[in-house]
């Protein structure tokens, strides 16, 4: 079954502090992967996505094969980070397949 | 052009009565996408086309749901004789197809079914 699982619903961390927010998936196929964040008010927008290992505001992801992770981390948090982030696969029909979410906030 | 365009924004119905969606894409893009979020969960698929056909339907879209885009534009998604349990946050999100597309989400519609 194809399916995305991201543990953790709230993350608090303070400013300065590193940030690891956990996806793991299941797909049978070869993934492609995507992180998906919504800040307060504001659509769904695309973050960052394996293919491209590409750093965002900060933000990397590295796709791990073997445990079936895509974690994404930050160095160092700030408090524009706060919101919402989802783990998303795309299977081979093109639609997306979401994590529950994870709430990352960020304190001064 | 501003982005995908729902309307409209909230809805609030009476359970029994019917509801229907619009949504307006990014004007290139073909292929358009609908999913549904409840409270505490990530979106989850309902269904999508490319240009104007419906290619894939999920189990989630029972036979009160109905979508379509009669010109491979703008989509609307209709719910008939609606039910508490179909109160959510109704997304939908378009791209183009080929390469790695991305796909660009729209405000959303908020149903509340009373």
């Known amino acids: 079954a194809q399916r995305v699982t991201q543990p953790e619903k709230l993350l608090s961390v303070f400013k300065g502090a590193p940030v690891e927010l956990k996806c793991n998936y299941s797909y049978s196929g070869s993934p492609e992967l995507f992180w998906y964040v919504q800040y307060s008010r504001q659509r769904l927008q695309l973050l960052l996505r394996h293919i491209s290992r590409e750093s965002i505001k900060g933000f990397t992801a590295d796709l791990n094969k073997g445990e079936t992770s895509f974690h994404l981390k930050k160095p160092f948090a700030q408090e524009e980070d706060s919101a919402m982030y989802y783990c998303?696969?795309?299977?081979?029909?093109?639609?997306?397949?979401f994590g529950q979410g994870t709430e990352l906030s960020v304190k001064p | 052009d501003t982005g995908v365009s729902q309307d409209p924004r909230h809805k609030i119905t009476k359970r029994g009565q019917n509801v229907t969606f619009r949504c307006d894409p990014i004007?290139?893009?073909?292929?358009l996408y609908w999913y549904r979020q409840t409270l505490g969960q990530g979106p989850e698929f309902l269904t999508y086309f490319q240009n104007e056909a419906q290619l894939e339907k999920s189990r989630l879209l029972s036979d009160r749901f109905s979508a379509e885009r009669p010109k491979g534009s703008f989509s609307t998604l209709e719910i008939q004789r609606t039910e508490q349990g179909d109160s959510a946050m109704y997304l939908c999100?378009?791209?183009?197809?080929?390469?790695?597309?991305?796909?660009?989400f729209g405000p959303g519609t908020r149903l509340t079914v009373t």
């Open positions: 998303a696969l795309r299977d081979q029909g093109g639609k997306l397949i």
């Open positions: 004007s290139e893009h073909n292929r």
């Open positions: 999100a378009s791209s183009v197809t080929g390469g790695s597309y991305e796909q660009y």
